[in-house]
């Protein structure tokens, strides 16, 4: 299983995206390549993901190329994909075959998808709940990194980062209830009635932390709201521990089942198209924030699967546009 909640961190509670992090290596690769090609799109992001010096030169060659110091490379997607691998071991990003978890390639794409969501959405969660109790000790006073700004700074860019978390939960919980659900039902009525109950206690609380967090924004004009911070990261906790009890229960009772259905690849690829496009949203505004919650290797499995099932026009309206992209 990957590391869900990492602990070390330079940007107070935030995490750092690929796009953001600081080189580690003093390598430079060159990138050249059609700029709004998926495959040099998916490239970049795995050159961003091992820390070097990056250089992208838009080309219109067919083909992308990689240079290194003396060496050029130049192939297929995964012939470069294992060139970057063999010259920058780490982070390693590529298992060849998908066995986080214990999956493997008989498992229903949409199961992936579901269980990477679920890894994604836990770990930002522990971050806004390790940030609010951050901001909570310091009684809403300026935090060390300077980076962070005012209180009243921090506290827009802890709402930004809530409301991009809330959006992938809601349209999580809706591609669930309307696309996973039924499928489900059909097999074993009644099976999905505890998972749907959860979503129904979970969207209130979601959407009061959303208007508490607006509230105290508000509040901050007028001086320090240290008893409003602590109740922000109880809520927070409270969030945390019922998601983290609801995402066991269904990969322990729910995923399976939907291998059980003994599903045909047909209907396994129409189920995770119908997926990703009830997913739109989250695809189009906060895919970089998805795959910022994933550790390498589970952000480049993500990543194939929205290239091997997801409509190509669609993954390339975001794919080429997005920060992670460079």
Request: aromatic share 8%.
């Given at each position: 299983m990957g590391n869900c909640f990492p602990n070390s961190s330079t940007k107070s509670k935030s995490e750092i995206?690929?796009?953001?992090?600081?080189?580690?290596?003093?390598?430079?690769?060159?990138?050249?390549?059609?700029?709004?090609?998926?495959?040099?799109?998916?490239?970049?992001?795995?050159?961003l993901h091992k820390k070097v010096h990056l250089r992208f030169v838009p080309s219109e060659d067919e083909k992308p190329t990689i240079h290194v110091g003396a060496e050029t490379v130049s192939g297929s997607q995964e012939v470069l994909l294992r060139y970057i691998e063999d010259k920058f071991p780490e982070p390693?990003?590529?298992?060849?075959?998908?066995?986080?978890?214990?999956?493997?390639?008989?498992?229903?794409?949409?199961?992936?998808?579901?269980?990477?969501?679920?890894?994604?959405?836990?770990?930002?969660?522990?971050?806004?709940?390790?940030?609010?109790?951050?901001?909570?000790?310091?009684?809403?006073?300026?935090?060390?990194?300077?980076?962070?700004?005012?209180?009243?700074?921090?506290?827009?860019?802890?709402?930004?980062?809530?409301?991009?978390?809330?959006e992938i939960m809601v349209e999580h919980a809706q591609m669930e209830e309307r696309i996973l659900?039924?499928?489900?039902?059909?097999?074993?009525?009644?099976?999905?009635?505890?998972?749907?109950?959860?979503?129904?206690?979970?969207?209130?609380?979601?959407?009061?932390?959303?208007?508490?967090?607006?509230?105290?924004?508000?509040?901050?004009?007028?001086g320090v709201c240290s008893e409003e911070l602590f109740s922000l990261a109880s809520r927070f906790k409270s969030l945390q521990m019922m998601c983290?009890?609801?995402?066991?229960?269904?990969?322990?009772?729910?995923?399976?089942?939907?291998?059980a259905a003994e599903m045909g690849k047909g209907k396994q690829k129409k189920l995770m198209n119908q997926s990703l496009e009830?997913?739109?949203?989250?695809?189009?505004?906060?895919?970089?924030?998805?795959?910022?919650?994933?550790?390498?290797?589970?952000a480049m499995q993500y990543l194939d699967l929205l290239m091997n099932f997801a409509d190509p026009n669609f993954i390339s309206s975001f794919i080429c546009q997005q920060d992670i992209a460079g």
């Open positions: 995206s690929p796009a953001t992090a600081k080189p580690t290596s003093a390598v430079t690769v060159k990138l050249s390549g059609p700029p709004n090609s998926l495959a040099t799109s998916y490239l970049r992001f795995a050159l390693r990003l590529m298992l060849w075959k998908f066995n986080l978890e214990g999956f493997d390639e008989a498992t229903p794409p949409i199961v992936k998808t579901i269980w990477l969501q679920h890894r994604s959405m836990l770990w930002h969660m522990e971050r806004m709940v390790r940030w609010s109790e951050d901001l909570a000790a310091r009684g809403g006073r300026r935090a060390v990194d300077p980076s962070v700004g005012t209180p009243k700074m921090e506290i827009r860019k802890f709402a930004k980062s809530y409301s991009q978390l809330h659900f039924p499928v489900l039902e059909s097999v074993d009525r009644g099976k999905c009635k505890s998972a749907n109950e959860e979503h129904g206690r979970e969207l209130p609380m979601m959407n009061g932390i959303k208007e508490y967090i607006k509230s105290i924004g508000v509040m901050m004009d007028s983290k009890a609801h995402f066991e229960e269904e990969e322990k009772d729910l995923l399976p089942m939907v291998e009830l997913m739109r949203g989250t695809h189009s505004n906060v895919c970089d924030f998805l795959l910022q919650g994933l550790t390498p290797q589970e």
